[in-house]
C-alpha cells in the first residue's frame, strides 16, 4: 500500500468580535496595490520595496493578478469604493500593464463609476505617453513623491528628481488629462532650517496641485539615515523646530484655501483622498502584494514581505476558498500576521484614527458602531485630554463632537496614548 499524503494541520483562527460596521463589505471596500520596485532605495525608507529587481516585474504582475482573481472569487465580486497603487513605485509599470492591471480588476470586482482611483509616482518616471496611458486604463488621482522643493535637500534625501523635474512632471500630468494631483513634501529633515521650508511651503502652493501632503521625518531604526544620525554624521532632529514648520505651513496653506482635513494632510474642497479616508474611519480595505496589510471581516492580516516568495506563494494558489474564513484559516497564498480583531481595539482604533480628521469622532456615529456613548467608553480619558488642552468638544452631548485642538495636533500621540488600554 502506497504511503498516504501527510494531511495539513491547520491552526484555529480566532474569533473576532469586531462590530458588524467592521465586518461587512456590503457598503464596498477599498482595494490598496503594492508596486514594490524602486529605482533605487531612499535612506530614509522603511516602506517594503526593494532596488535592483526590476526584472521581476512582468512574474511580480502574474502573481498579482492570479491574487486578484482569487480574491474576487472568494469574496464574490465585492463592490470596491476606491483604489490606490502605491508603494514603491507604481510609475515604474509601462502604460500597458497598468491597463492590464486595472482592466482585470474592472472585471473582477464591482468598482464603482465614480471610484476614486490614485497611482503614486515619481517626478523622473512622467512622460506624457505614460501618463495619458496611465488616464486611459482609469487612473484618475496622482499622488507625486516631490518631498521638497530645494535640490539640497533632495539629494540628503536620496531622491533622483530635481525641483525642475517636479514642476515639468506636474505640467505633463495635467496636459496628460490627470487633474486631481497630490504633492508630499517631508519636514524636520536635517540642516533644514525655517527658511527652506517657507520657501518649500511657497513653492507647492504656487505650483497649486489639488493636494497637498507634508509629514515629519521619521528616523526608523533600520534605516541608512538612522545610522547617520546616530554616528553623527547627521544632526540630531529638532523637534521644536518641527513643530513650528508645522505650525506656519498649516498658516500659510489655509490662506491659499488648502483645508487641514486630517493632521498631515490639506485639500482643495473636495479634493479630500477618500481612499485614506477609509483607513481613518476604519472600514474594511483588502490589501494585495507583498507586505500589504487588510481589515477584511473582521480580522488585520497582511501578505509576507519578500516578492520572490510572494510570487511562487501566490502562483501556487489553487481554487478560490469557499470564504473569508476558509481563506485565512488555511493561508493557501502568503498571508500572515492574522488577527481577529476585538471590540476594545476597534473602537480604540476608530477613534484614535477619526480623531486625525479635522471632523473629528461624533458621539452619534460611535453610538451607532459600537452601541455605547464616547463618555461610556472613554469618559476619564476624554476629560483628562481636555484638561491638557489637546481635545475639545463640540454640541451638546450625546449629539457632540469630539476633536483634537491646534495643540492636540502637534501633541497627537500625547492624545492617543489616553485611550489605549494596559
Not at 470586482?109 to 488616464?135: H, K, M, W, Y
Not at 523646530?241 to 494632510?265: C, F, H, P, Q, T
Request: glycine content about 8%; overall charge negative.
Amino acid at each position: 500500500m502506497g504511503n498516504k499524503p501527510n494531511k495539513q494541520v491547520v491552526e484555529p483562527l480566532g474569533v473576532t468580535t469586531a462590530s458588524e460596521k467592521g465586518r461587512s463589505i456590503s457598503s464596498g471596500i477599498a482595494l490598496y496595490i503594492h508596486i514594490p520596485f524602486c529605482e533605487t532605495k531612499c535612506p530614509y525608507c522603511d516602506f517594503n520595496t526593494y532596488a535592483g529587481i526590476n526584472h521581476l516585474i512582468p512574474s511580480y504582475i502574474g502573481a498579482l493578478t492570479n491574487e486578484l482573481r482569487i480574491w474576487a472569487k472568494t469574496l464574490e465580486h465585492p463592490r470596491v469604493n476606491n483604489m490606490f497603487l502605491g508603494g514603491g513605485t507604481p510609475s515604474m509599470l509601462s502604460a500597458n500593464q497598468m491597463h492590464s492591471l486595472l482592466s482585470l480588476i474592472r472585471s473582477e470586482f464591482a468598482v464603482q463609476t465614480d471610484a476614486e482611483v490614485t497611482a503614486e509616482v515619481n517626478p523622473d518616471d512622467v512622460n506624457f505617453d505614460r501618463l495619458s496611458g496611465f488616464r486611459d486604463a482609469g487612473i484618475n488621482r496622482i499622488s507625486m513623491g516631490v518631498q521638497s522643493f530645494t535640490n539640497s535637500e533632495l539629494q540628503l534625501l536620496g531622491r533622483r528628481h530635481e525641483v525642475s523635474h517636479v514642476l515639468k512632471a506636474f505640467e505633463t500630468i495635467q496636459n496628460a488629462g490627470i487633474t486631481n494631483i497630490s504633492m508630499d513634501l517631508m519636514y524636520g529633515l536635517p540642516h533644514q532650517t525655517i527658511e527652506t521650508w517657507e520657501r518649500n511651503i511657497k513653492a507647492v502652493i504656487t505650483a497649486a496641485p489639488q493636494h497637498i501632503s507634508a509629514y515629519a521625518l521619521t528616523l526608523e531604526p533600520e534605516t541608512p539615515m538612522a545610522h547617520w544620525v546616530s554616528k553623527g554624521t547627521l544632526p540630531e532632529q529638532d523637534s521644536d523646530l518641527a513643530a513650528d514648520m508645522y505650525e506656519w505651513a498649516s498658516v500659510e496653506l489655509a490662506k491659499a484655501g488648502y483645508r487641514n482635513y486630517e493632521i498631515s494632510n490639506w485639500a482643495l474642497p473636495g479634493r479630500e483622498s477618500r481612499h485614506n479616508i477609509i483607513y481613518w474611519r476604519n472600514l474594511p480595505y483588502l490589501g494585495l502584494g507583498p507586505g500589504a496589510h487588510s481589515f477584511l471581516g473582521g480580522y488585520r492580516f497582511a501578505n509576507g514581505k519578500s516578492p520572490l516568495a510572494y510570487i511562487a506563494k501566490v502562483n501556487a494558489w489553487g481554487e478560490p476558498p469557499a470564504d473569508l474564513e476558509v481563506l485565512l484559516r488555511e493561508s493557501p497564498g502568503y498571508i500572515e500576521d492574522i488577527e481577529p480583531m476585538n471590540r476594545e481595539t476597534e473602537m480604540a482604533d476608530s477613534l484614535i484614527m477619526g480623531l486625525r480628521l479635522a471632523d473629528g469622532v461624533r458621539n452619534e456615529d460611535f453610538r451607532e458602531r459600537f452601541g455605547l456613548n464616547l463618555h461610556e467608553a472613554y469618559g476619564d480619558a476624554i476629560k483628562e485630554t481636555i484638561s491638557l488642552g489637546l481635545l475639545k468638544s463640540r454640541g451638546m452631548w450625546p449629539e457632540a463632537t469630539i476633536k483634537l485642538t491646534e495643540r492636540g495636533k502637534l501633541l497627537a500621540n500625547e492624545a492617543f496614548v489616553r485611550f489605549l488600554g494596559d
